[in-house]
Nanobody
Framework: QVQLVESGGGLVQAGGSLRLSCAAS????????IAWYRQAPGKQREWVTT???????NYAESVKGRFTISRDNAKNTVYLQMNSLKPEDTAVYYC?????????WGQGTQVTVSS
């Protein structure tokens, strides 16, 4: 079992920045893929970015060049640095750990970008 807790969301103006954190209850990041997803009101949850156990990162086209995923294994924390935020980035952001054969989700953190 592992618990994931997101934090760092809030209200920001368009063009601003936020850094989200995903803290795990134990050390899982160096061996497992961690992803950020988001869900806007009335829309399906969508994938944003992944960092693999080996450190490879991938991004959705909509956030490429603006968002950066990173991790601190010593702190059992994964970060999502979000720059040049747009109103369409408004959503609840979730982190997800894939620890085969299970998926673990955090409770989410709200990000609201005003125009």
């Amino acid at each position: 079992q592992v618990q994931l807790v997101e934090s760092g969301g809030g209200l920001v103006q368009a063009g601003g920045s936020l850094r989200l954190s995903c803290a795990a209850s134990r050390n899982i990041f160096s061996d497992n893929d961690i992803a950020w997803y988001r869900q806007a009101p009335g829309k399906q949850r969508e994938w944003v970015t992944t960092i693999t156990g080996g450190g490879t990162t991938n991004y959705a086209e909509s956030v490429k060049g603006r968002f950066t995923i990173s991790r601190d294994n010593a702190k059992n924390t994964v970060y999502l640095q979000m720059n040049s935020l747009k109103p369409e980035d408004t959503a609840v952001y979730y982190c997800r750990a894939r620890i085969i054969p299970r998926l673990y989700w955090g409770q989410g953190t709200q990000v609201t970008v005003s125009s």
